[in-house]
Every structure is written in structure tokens, then in C-alpha cells.
């Protein structure tokens, strides 16, 4: 894994993408995860914008990504609450049901060979389409260099 490469990608894609007002997403964090490796090997937190989570704080997430049945199903991202809206193949979209924002709030999350891409954003289908295109393009360009 060359990690200098991931952090460059992510540094160029995270300034236009995510942060402030007028940008597609609130919060992205990267995770490197390895659904074919032995199962001692941890997800840690790679990258992270907008949101400062501890590891111990995506337990509870992880453990749902192992179960790989999302339909239906709920998450939670540190204090968020997500119901699973919609599954594709290596990615789902979910809105969080404990939120007190009038436009919702809503997570896309982004499976690669080696990365779990979660994109957290602010409002209903028009922000969901922007975030979706945001977290499409940081995965298309590790996909790319075979990350």
C-alpha cells in the first residue's frame, strides 16, 4: 500500500469537496479495510474531514459492514443514527433518523478493494446527488492506482 499516494489523493479531492457551505459533503473519512484478509487485521481511520472519530467510535460500524446485509438495516456513526435506504453493488445510501436538521441528513458509503469511503452530507436527493458524485470520483482515482 503506498500510503503517501492515498494521502496526496485525498488531500487533493478533500478541499474542493468537503467542509464548508456550498461543498457536496459535511464529513468524509477513509478507512482501509480488507474484506479477504484474516479477520485480526483492524480497520483503522486513514483519513478523516469535518468529523473527528476514535476508532473505538466505528466499532459498532464496522461489525455492521461485516454482516453484509444491508437492506433495511441501521448503523451508527459516532452520536448519528442511519437506516440503509438504498444497496448497490459496491455501495449504499442512508439517511440518519436522529437528526434535527429540517432538510435530513444522509451518509454514502463507498466500498473499494482496499478502503471503506463513507461521505456524511446535509439535505435530501439534490445533496445525495452531489455527494454521491463527490465520493465516486475519490474512488474512481483509487481505484485507478489499484487502491
Not at 14 to 38: I, Q, W
Request: hydrophobic share 40%; aromatic share 10%; proline share 5%.
Amino acid at each position: 500500500m503506498d500510503w503517501g499516494l492515498v494521502h496526496r489523493s485525498w488531500e487533493r479531492w478533500v478541499s474542493p469537496n468537503v467542509g464548508s457551505s456550498g461543498e457536496p459533503l459535511k464529513a468524509a473519512f477513509l478507512l482501509n479495510h480488507d474484506p479477504t484478509g484474516p479477520s485480526r487485521l483492524l480497520s483503522i481511520i486513514a483519513e478523516q474531514q469535518g468529523v473527528k472519530l476514535k476508532p473505538v467510535e466505528l466499532s459498532p460500524f464496522l461489525d455492521f459492514i461485516k454482516k453484509n446485509n444491508f437492506n433495511g438495516e441501521c448503523f451508527f456513526i459516532g452520536p448519528s443514527h442511519y437506516m440503509v435506504t438504498s444497496t448497490h453493488e459496491s455501495w449504499f445510501g442512508a439517511r440518519c433518523v436522529n437528526t434535527s436538521k429540517p432538510a435530513g441528513e444522509g451518509a454514502i458509503v463507498m466500498q473499494t478493494s482496499a478502503f471503506i469511503l463513507v461521505a456524511q452530507y446535509d439535505g435530501s436527493i439534490g445533496a445525495a446527488s452531489r455527494a454521491m458524485a463527490a465520493i465516486d470520483h475519490l474512488a474512481w482515482q483509487l481505484s485507478r492506482r489499484n487502491l
